[in-house]
């Protein structure tokens, strides 16, 4: 998962291939609460591992309920009609999938409870479920302002006498998840009598009821409607577990690779993007999105928990939708009018304006930055894309903490003008779909040249290795250590029983082509290996200078250092990254320091292992392989003719990142956002 304060898109160009979704949010937190209601234990498989799911179980715990976790496996033991555990502090991050619900269910067990969450959730209304609630009898009050959380819930004698006698009434159209708070609480009290719940005003986002009314079937409870306005819960009713219940992928998320074939894949691509994990069959309101998409001109087709999506019409076309029946993916049909032949009206999204931002306000926004034409209302947005090419903008995306703005928006780095997109923040993807940036890259293609990397050059013991990996990591780009690729080699060529000699030549370069090499963090892996310190040995070295010597090993070596030039980006140290093996790379780094300096740097080191050392004895060293390195006839230590030269001797590792990333700045065609 990307953690990065922002990630550097480079221009994308065409897509292919298959994606895995991970579970659907709405369900997973649904699944949970309902296991949690029910008596008996309930195995949940393929539950979405995210952010909002993580408050939802962590809230459970703090309830009483018994929670074990495999994978995406979770084993949860409910409540059975036991009160929960209270006094407890319940912390609800954004996630008002986990927020509203559970405020409902805890007024309905009993006990005392603040739920709380972080300042945009402050900002999202929950006064309709308050006041339906209220109605009821419950005692909940506000810890801020009126009609917003933290709340409190008072029920520390237990839950009061609720007047069930009359309907309980809640408005429809602010948000559905008032209604789906209600009809999962409500069972608790319908032991005796039937309970009757009465939307008032137009019922917004129908479909996430549906998922609603489906789970709470699953759980033992059947709910009656008549036209999505009266809904009632039969007497009697009581949470059962069912057992096993697996989890959906999430439609919400599919959106964005739908709309990737529609917009990335060529008519001739027979292969195009599938989906797996959900199908047209979906029980979620957002497959419905995949209507949408073939109005827009995408050809999708699609079987049980799997869907395949290519280039129909190009450019796209421009459609008016009414899209309250698919809230959350409509964002992504916004982004998709970009790439459209006119302009795309989408109506009736009042709910947008009460997500995890204003999601209309943001839209329009950060569309109008890439050179878009954008007309807001209360409940709708106009999107009018580019007239030409040469009039897209490159941007720097402000996400707003929301990750539907983060992963609808990295869909504009497939444009026409082949500029960059910026990602600010992209981290805020946990909240649904932690993998989502990798995913993407999986089944995306650039053009090598268009893939940025960084090079980082400088002598021994300069400290190049760790400015790199620090700049990799703040960047969310590929590392290469290229000076452990001759030491893996070797070590890879004494695994497979060859001499490193003459004889063994072309066999230990086959060898090098392939080898599974990737660096995480400071570990160096060996296919699934961990070799990170069976390279630093004194043997390791040696033997590695015996294999660089080898002309067909440094020739495969030179096209497996290419591989890694992978997207998102690459940033690379080395002898010759910047000279020899990328020589266009944007931005070339050469790294120094004195030999003093160094010298001081490779004793603490040596020291902090256990190794005896003199400062004197290593500086002498290195100053000697110094001239050997910038004397030898293939590729000589040297600064690339428009590397920049940092001296890092007075400098501490965040300082030196510090400066290479204000030079990577510099060369970006967008300043960061005054928001960002």
């Known amino acids: 998962m990307y953690s990065t304060a922002f990630l550097d898109l480079p221009p994308l160009q065409a897509a292919s291939g298959e994606v895995h979704l991970p579970g659907s949010k709405s369900i997973s937190n649904r699944v949970l609460l309902l296991a949690a209601l029910s008596t008996g234990t309930t195995t949940v498989h393929d539950l979405l591992a995210s952010d909002d799911t993580r408050v939802m179980l962590d809230a459970l715990r703090q309830i009483g309920c018994t929670v074990d976790e495999a994978g995406s496996t979770v084993r949860i033991t409910g409540l059975g009609g036991c009160a929960p555990r209270s006094p407890a502090r319940l912390f609800m991050g954004n996630a008002g999938t986990a927020m509203r619900p559970l405020t409902a269910a805890l007024a309905l067990l009993g006990g005392e409870f603040e739920l709380s969450g972080v300042p945009r959730m402050h900002e999202r209304p929950i006064g309709d479920l308050v006041d339906a609630l209220r109605q009821l009898g419950c005692q909940i009050d506000y810890l801020g302002n009126d009609g917003y959380p933290p709340l409190r819930i008072a029920h520390g004698q237990g839950v009061p006498a609720l007047a069930l006698a009359a309907s309980i009434q809640v408005r429809g159209d602010v948000s559905s998840q008032f209604l789906t708070a209600l009809l999962m609480a409500l069972p608790l009290a319908a032991t005796h009598q039937d309970v009757v719940i009465e939307v008032v005003g137009e019922l917004i986002s129908k479909p996430y009821i549906h998922i609603t009314l489906q789970l709470l079937e699953r759980f033992g409870i059947v709910v009656e409607h008549q036209n999505w306005q009266r809904f009632t819960i039969a007497a009697g009713s009581h949470y059962q577990s069912p057992g096993d219940i697996h989890v959906e992928a999430d439609a919400s998320s599919a959106s964005y690779f739908i709309a990737l074939g529609a917009i990335a894949t060529s008519a001739n691509d ?105 007309q807001e209302g209360a409940d709708f947005i106009c999107v009018t894309p580019p007239a ?3 009039d897209w903008k490159p941007a720097s995306i402000h996400t707003y903490d929301d990750h539907r703005v983060a992963m609808c928006f990295s869909l504009a780095a497939f444009n026409p003008a082949s500029l960059p997109v910026r990602i600010e923040d992209p981290k805020c993807v946990a909240k649904t779909f932690p993998d989502y940036f990798e995913a993407l890259f999986s089944v995306s293609q650039a053009e090598t040249a268009h893939i940025p990397v960084i090079c980082i050059d400088g002598p021994t013991a300069s400290g190049k290795g760790t400015v790199a990996a620090a700049v990799a990591q703040r960047l969310g780009y590929q590392f290469l250590d290229s000076g452990a690729m001759y030491r ?43 070799v990170t310190d069976a390279i630093r040995t004194e043997e390791a070295g040696m033997n590695a200078s015996r294999v660089s010597a080898l002309p067909a090993v440094r020739t495969a070596l030179v096209q497996l250092q290419h591989s890694f030039r992978r997207l998102p980006g690459l940033v690379a140290d080395g002898r010759d990254m910047g000279t020899v093996i990328f020589p266009d790379a944007p931005l070339k780094v050469y790294l120094t320091a004195s030999a003093a300096c160094r010298a001081e740097r490779r004793y603490k080191q040596l020291i902090s292992k256990g190794f005896s050392a003199s400062i004197d004895s290593l500086r002498a060293d290195l100053e000697a392989r110094d001239a050997r390195d910038s004397s030898r006839s293939v590729a000589p230590l040297q600064p690339a003719q428009d590397a920049l030269v940092l001296d890092n001797s007075n400098l501490t590792i965040d300082e030196a990142v510090d400066q290479v990333l204000a030079w990577w700045q510099e060369r970006q065609p967008f300043a960061v956002s005054a928001q960002g």
């Open 270 to 374: 027979q292969k195009g993007i599938k989906i797996q994990g959900v199908g047209l069959d979906s029980i979620q309101g957002d497959i419905r999105f995949v209507e949408a998409a073939r109005a827009m001109g995408a050809v999708v087709t699609g079987g049980p928990n799997w869907l395949q999506i290519g280039r129909g019409a190009w450019p796209l076309k421009a459609i008016d939708l009414d899209c309250n029946h698919i809230p959350d993916a409509a964002m992504t049909l916004a982004v998709m009018a970009l790439y459209a032949d006119g302009t795309t009206a989408l109506r009736n999204i009042a709910s947008w304006r009460v997500k995890e931002t204003d999601r209309i306000a943001a839209m329009a926004t950060e569309l109008r930055k890439l050179g878009a034409t954008v």
């Open 388 to 390: 030409r090419a040469q």
């Open 488 to 530: 893996i080699t070797a070590l890879a060529a004494a695994r497979a029983g060859l001499t490193i000699d003459a004889e063994h030549e072309t066999r230990i370069g086959a060898l090098a082509q392939t080898l599974p090499v990737h660096f995480d963090g400071g570990r160096v892996l060996l296919g699934g290996d961990d």
